[in-house]
């Protein structure tokens, strides 16, 4: 049997792929495989550099659609470019995570990630914020998938719960 192809990676796909410019960026990016975890959906992880590998990346985004992806969450830190690369690769939906940088905290990976010229869009959400990622990709699966719908609002009313709940010990003094 033929090896799989190194740019392409396995030939059938989980609805949700995580990708990140370096295994540095996974602490940022460990919170979205959670996320997606904890609600039972599949996904896949893969390290797939704009600058270091780019190629393999190519691959990846004009394969992502055609082997079972849904949405795709790509991380990167600095000069962020896998987000905009690879929403330039594919139709599907593409969520950002800025990873916070040391040199400029994050900034300069915010700007890159959000900054997608017309036509070309990625969602971006707040700087290391990789949980805001999972959850962002659920909901876009939700729209068609009632359980997952109903599992949302689950969690939505868990939040409200949690904070309803330090507001009472906060009134009460406990
Ligand atoms: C980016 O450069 C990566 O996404 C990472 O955030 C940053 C630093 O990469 P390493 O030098 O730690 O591999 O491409």
Redesign the pocket.
């Given at each position: 049997m033929d090896e799989p192809s190194p740019f392409t990676g396995p030939s059938s796909a989980p609805p949700v792929g995580i990708v990140?410019?370096?295994?540095?960026?996974l602490p940022t990016m460990e919170p979205a495989v959670a996320m997606i975890q904890r609600f039972g959906v599949g996904c896949e992880v893969r390290i797939l550099?704009?600058?270091?590998t780019p190629l393999e990346m190519v691959g990846y985004g004009r394969t992502a659609a055609e082997r079972g992806l849904k949405v795709i969450i790509a991380?990167?830190?600095?000069?962020?470019h896998?987000p905009g690369m690879v929403a330039s690769l594919t139709v599907l939906p593409v969520i950002g995570v800025p990873?916070q940088?040391k040199a400029l905290s994050g900034v300069d990976?915010l700007y890159s990630i959000a900054q997608m010229p017309a036509g070309v869009p990625v969602a971006t959400v707040a700087i290391g914020n990789g949980a805001n990622a999972g959850l962002l990709a659920l909901q876009i699966l939700a729209t068609a998938d009632p359980r997952l719908t109903e599992q949302l609002r689950q969690y939505r009313d868990g939040l409200r719960a949690m904070v309803r709940e330090k507001d009472e010990r906060l009134q009460h003094g406990t």
């Open positions: 990140m410019g370096s295994d540095s960026d550099s704009a600058h270091r991380g990167a830190g600095g000069a962020a896998l990873v940088s990976s």
